[in-house]
């Protein structure tokens, strides 16, 4: 039996953040669906993306107008002077070239800005360095190979 692909989303996205004790077991299903649909199937890397840090983060949750999962990403607020980290960003295939992952971006980068002024980075798969550019965020590392997936470091002052 083949697994279903997270159903589609349409319209415009509403986002809700949320502790890890927070979310719904429909949030938790929603999120290891779409993430394992993109990161496991569609990029073919076999990894175990439950990685035991969902419960220290904070998650953005971008949905539909009926409610299906159209983008997210974890964000880690730094604390004392660290940096805030966003991971795990993902948009629904029937959402990308449409905007919504600068959507999530902006959206991801005004909740680490509202916690507290500082620095905020990301590791990024190394062919999306343009798009985190563009979104002010530059390489601080030279490229590394993670879960056989070129990525780099990048950092938002």
Do not use: K, N, W
């Amino acid at each position: 039996m083949r697994a279903a692909l997270s159903p589609r989303p349409e319209g415009p996205i509403t986002y809700r953040l949320a502790a890890f004790d927070a979310l719904s077991g429909r949030d938790v299903y929603d999120v290891l669906a779409l993430r394992a649909q993109v990161f496991v199937v569609e990029q073919q890397c076999v990894y175990l993306d439950p990685d035991g840090l969902d419960g220290e983060a904070t998650h953005l949750l971008g949905r539909d107008g009926h409610g299906v999962l159209g983008t997210y990403a974890r964000i880690f607020f730094g604390h004392e002077g660290a940096a805030h980290r966003i991971g795990r960003v993902i948009v629904h295939p029937a959402l990308r070239s449409v905007g919504a992952g600068r959507a999530l971006m902006r959206e991801a980068i005004a909740c680490c800005e509202a916690c507290a002024p500082g620095p905020i980075e990301l590791s990024a798969q190394a062919h999306l360095e343009r798009f985190y550019g563009s979104l002010g965020f530059v390489a601080i590392s030279p490229t590394y190979v993670h879960d056989g997936i070129d990525h780099l470091d990048m950092r938002r002052a």
